[in-house]
């Protein structure tokens, strides 16, 4: 698994030949018909600026057009050609990755009582979201991507409260609320707080998100998470429990030097840069989850997008138990791969009796290529994967 050779950001020029006769009969040859096609396009230029000139003249006829220039051109978020930035990682990424603190994706305890209290403060930060790529998020509490993970039991009661500490308005919605979404969901103002109340009344992982207008722009800069509801009839016991929440980053730049912002257009061309678990591309191949040979290991899975789905698979394994949409009242045995859908989640358990690394991943190996895999390590085998 060659994680980050895809290249790095200062690629040398090749040298030229110098000193070689034929090298300088080329450039001879290049200039003349350079300075011929310099003389072409400044002939062309003349007569579009005569054009444009008699344009100017008539009424403004062409208004429609004008107006659609004056739109992109208010977009400051757009850069045209869209240009890619995936895999462009500094020289020294390998050591960044080792050095980066992984996500926690274990699945957090359930708090006690009938009452859950969840307090979220927004803000404006940046994150690394791959070796040495800086962007710039709205975060959920401090986070980074994705926000904490909210885990109740069916039937306790959620108290959200949102403070909004970031620099424009945003919100929360939780896809486990059925709740009037135009008072629980509204805007909440810079500085201003709002609390709903909902009982978690259906089990499965679900996603929370920011879902201010654009939305698109609110997920793709971070604002996601999930929430996992515990049936009350427990599921099967297993021995690791992890949370997953896939997604994609869109940047206006490399995030190197600088840190990178939302190319809102290469959203819109769903053309991503990175696509990652749990915000940080690959971060689970350089400190992989781990499990002990025949323990039984349950993935919660969010694809939380902003348009991405997951393709969940384990190579070297099937899944056991699959709970398709996170449809916790019945689950589909020993299959391959599964879609988690943008916005929806899935609950995965994986037994492994043979010692290994098992990577899991998005099978559309371009979101591979992109970050979305990590390792599943079981027991200590020795070497590395090299899949
Ligand atoms: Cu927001």
Not at 36 to 64: I, N, S, Y
Not at 135 to 164: C, I, K, S
Not at 296 to 302: I, L, S
């Amino acid at each position: 698994m060659s994680a980050y050779t895809a290249r790095t950001h200062r690629q040398q020029p090749p040298a030229p030949e110098s000193g070689s006769g034929a090298f300088w009969m080329v450039a001879a040859l290049l200039l003349g018909l350079t300075l011929a096609a310099v003389g072409f396009f400044a002939l062309m230029m003349w007569a579009d600026a005569r054009d444009a000139r008699d344009d100017a003249a008539q009424p403004a006829a062409a208004e429609p057009a004008a107006a659609t220039h004056v739109h992109a051109a208010a977009d400051h978020n757009t850069a045209l050609p869209l240009a890619s930035f995936a895999g462009v990682v500094p020289e020294n990424a390998a050591e960044l990755a080792e050095a980066h603190k992984a996500y926690d994706a274990t699945l957090p305890p359930i708090p006690a009582g009938d009452l859950v209290k969840v307090h979220m403060t927004l803000k404006d930060m940046t994150v690394e979201i791959a070796p040495g790529v800086k962007y710039n998020t709205w975060a959920f509490d401090g986070h980074g991507a994705p926000g904490p993970v909210v885990h109740v039991r069916e039937g306790q009661t959620v108290e959200m409260t949102l403070t909004n500490g970031g620099s424009i308005p945003h919100s929360i919605d939780f896809h486990a609320a059925r709740i009037a979404p135009n008072v629980a969901f509204k805007d909440v103002s810079p500085g201003e707080s709002i609390k709903y109340r909902f009982t978690a009344s259906d089990p499965g992982v679900f996603m929370y998100h920011c879902g201010t207008k654009p939305v698109l722009a609110h997920i793709a800069n971070g604002m996601y998470g999930a929430i996992v509801v515990q049936p009350k009839e427990a599921l099967p016991p297993v021995d690791n429990e992890y949370v997953l929440v896939g997604s994609e980053w869109y940047l206006n730049g490399d995030g190197i030097d600088e840190p990178a912002s939302l190319d809102m257009a290469k959203a819109r061309a769903r053309m991503a840069d990175w696509i990652t678990f749990n915000g940080y591309a690959n971060q689970y191949v350089t400190h992989p989850l781990t499990a002990d040979p025949g323990e039984t290991t349950r993935f919660w899975v969010v694809a939380a997008g902003p348009t991405n789905n997951v393709n969940f698979h384990v190579v070297g394994t099937l899944l056991d138990r699959a709970w398709v949409n996170s449809d916790l009242t019945q689950f589909q045995r020993n299959v391959q791969t599964v879609i988690v859908p943008a916005g929806g989640g899935a609950v995965f358990d994986v037994k492994v009796d043979q010692e290994g690394l098992y990577p899991f991943v998005s099978h559309a190996f371009a979101d591979v290529d992109l970050g979305q895999v990590g390792l599943l390590k079981v027991g200590n085998p020795k070497g590395t994967m090299s899949h």
